[in-house]
């Protein structure tokens, strides 16, 4: 069993900043991809950046040069520093592993419970 848990979601004006984070626990060996997505009403789960566990990353082209992501891979947690922020950021963002060993097995495919960011004036 794979659990994530992020943090760091909250209101922020247009233009402001926030860093959400997420810990993955559960007796893990290693991990793959981490991931952030995001998850707007009415909309479907978008990509917003994943990272390799060797620090390659990739990001959607509407947060690209705005948005960061970076991991610790000692400590199993991933973070996404938002900068620039714009009211069509509003969303729920989830963390995501896409694969993990643990002490019990892999795990595929693994989310967190999501937090939300509102930009808004």
């Known amino acids: 069993q794979v659990q994530l848990v992020e943090s760091g979601g909250g209101l922020v004006q247009p233009g402001g900043s926030l860093r959400l984070s997420c810990a993955a626990s559960?007796?893990?060996?290693?991990?793959?991809?981490m991931g952030w997505y995001r998850q707007a009403p009415g909309k479907q789960r978008e990509l917003v950046a994943t990272i390799t566990i060797g620090g390659s990353t990739n990001y959607a082209e509407p947060v690209k040069g705005r948005f960061t992501i970076s991991r610790d891979n000692a400590k199993n947690t991933v973070n996404l520093q938002m900068n620039s922020l714009k009211p069509e950021d509003t969303s729920v963002y989830y963390c995501?592993?896409?694969?993990?060993?643990?002490?019990?097995?892999?795990?595929?495919?693994?989310w967190g419970q999501g937090t939300q960011v509102t930009v808004s004036s």
């Open positions: 559960g007796r893990i060996f290693s991990i793959g991809v």
């Open positions: 995501n592993v896409d694969r993990a060993r643990t002490i019990s097995g892999w795990h595929f495919n693994s």
